[in-house]
């Protein structure tokens, strides 16, 4: 893995590899909390809603249209009712809902527009799959990548973690304390002074097993959006001219609050922790 950056001339900066393979212990279903005995002594499971959450991508080439398209996330639940829907007309989007514990149903396609996107054409490529959500309150995430003809692969279904998607992520410290309760052992040390210098912010550098994170927190939301990235996340720009191009890898940055977080890889339980912890990516591939 290398990150090629432009200052006036053209260096190499080589960072530490991050590795692809998924963390041990991640995808594992929580243990139930403990039964409450009802008024005749007989016990009881609580039973608790969760978040469901589903990253799709839809191939950007495979799927072109002449005059454009939206894409769609619609969620049903076992009567066939709609409990959730989302829209965007880029070829990435990000559906989250809390639900209660039950079967449910769901669907993702794209409509091309007729004219324009104000009139739309009957459903292509469309996408379904299953999902239950637990009794305990956990959590789903579930990543979509969707190919033409209604051709799609869906993560791995069993892929539950605990998370409590309650407490909001501003900052460095907020990030971590989600991290930790999303099961994660952290290995923390200071970012590289070089890369920060893109970021006007040395930031630090997160292991979660064998993944890497690089965050990097400003002092206001306003300074962290002076730092400009490309939607791809290959390009980047500092507040103070300097450039750079991130290559053969996979770039993700997310934000939240004050905080900005890179993560160079493409391991899915990551990324679908990320999406929960931080909302969707703004700019990556």
């Known amino acids: 893995m290398g990150m090629r950056v432009r200052s006036g001339l053209l260096v ?16 594992s279903t929580r243990v139930p909390d403990s039964k409450a005995p009802t008024a005749s002594g007989s016990p009881t499971t609580t039973s608790e809603p969760g978040w469901l959450a589903i990253n799709v991508r839809f191939d950007p080439d495979a799927f072109f249209f002449t005059e454009g398209s939206v894409s769609f996330v619609d969620v049903f639940d076992e009567a066939g009712g ?20 039950g079967g449910y149903e769901a669907k993702t396609y794209r409509r091309p527009c007729d004219g324009s996107c104000q009139a ?38 069993g892929d539950v973690i ?21 099961g994660y052992e952290l290995r923390e040390r200071p970012g590289d002074r070089w890369l920060g210098r893109f970021f006007s912010n040395r930031g630090r550098s997160l292991s979660i097993g064998e ?3 690089r965050t990097f927190e400003y ?7 002076e730092i400009s ?18 290559e053969w890898t996979e770039p993700h940055f997310y934000r ?17 922790t990320l999406n929960l912890v931080l909302g969707p990516q703004f700019a990556g591939r």
């Not at 190499?12 to 995808?27: D, F, N």
Request: aromatic content about 6%; proline content about 4%; glycine content about 10%.
């Open 211 to 213: 993944e890497q994170l």
């Open 162 to 182: 605990d998370f409590d998607t309650d407490r909001a992520v501003t900052d460095h410290a907020s990030f971590t304390q989600g991290l930790v309760a999303a």
């Open 256 to 272: 939240s609050g004050r905080l900005l977080v890179l993560y160079l890889g493409d391991t899915p339980v990551v990324l679908e």
């Open 120 to 157: 739309l054409k009957p459903p292509r490529d469309v996408c379904e799959f299953s999902v239950e959500m637990l009794e305990d309150g956990a959590n789903r995430f579930i990543v979509v990548r969707a190919g033409r003809g209604g051709k799609c692969r869906v993560s791995d279904k």
């Open 82 to 101: 709609l409990v959730g829907k989302t829209r965007s007309k880029d070829w990435r989007m990000f559906f989250r809902r809390q639900l209660q514990p």
């Open 229 to 246: 990235i490309s939607p791809d996340g290959t390009g980047i720009s500092s507040k103070d001219g300097l450039a750079g191009i991130i």
């Open 12 to 27: 190499i900066l080589v960072l530490a590899p991050a590795c692809t393979g998924s963390r041990q212990g991640t995808s």
């Open 219 to 225: 002092a206001s939301r306003s300074e962290l959006k």
